[in-house]
């Protein structure tokens, strides 16, 4: 016999267990299918042969990303809040760089 408590800590703690392996096998792919492009032409590479994300720095112009959509089908997913400086150069067509932008196709 099980008491009532101790059935309801140990689903508890199941529980728990299964959403921590579930967000570190869900953290593992997107750290795995997360790709660095410095350059326009590895953007353009990348999208085209590896499925995945592309982190890669922005000019913010918004005709810079028309030209990415257009070429490689990549659209901007998000501009994370702990950006990371991966170069000064936009990767689409050089100038400054403001921020990064992680870049993904809809699958």
Not at 18 to 33: G, N, S, V
Not at 39 to 53: H, N, S, T, V
């Amino acid at each position: 016999f099980v008491p009532l408590d101790g059935l309801e800590n140990a689903v508890t703690d199941l529980l728990q267990s299964i959403h921590h392996d579930m967000f570190l096998a869900a953290k593992k792919l997107l750290d795995e299918k997360t790709y660095v492009a410095t350059d326009y032409d590895d953007f353009k590479r990348i999208m085209a042969e590896i499925p995945g994300l592309i982190k890669a720095m922005w000019r913010g112009d918004e005709s810079c990303e028309d030209v990415i959509k257009e070429q490689t089908s990549a659209t901007s997913r998000c501009a994370p809040f702990q950006q990371e400086r991966l170069s000064d150069v936009c990767v689409c067509g050089g100038g400054k760089a403001k921020k990064m932008i992680v870049w993904s196709k809809a699958y």
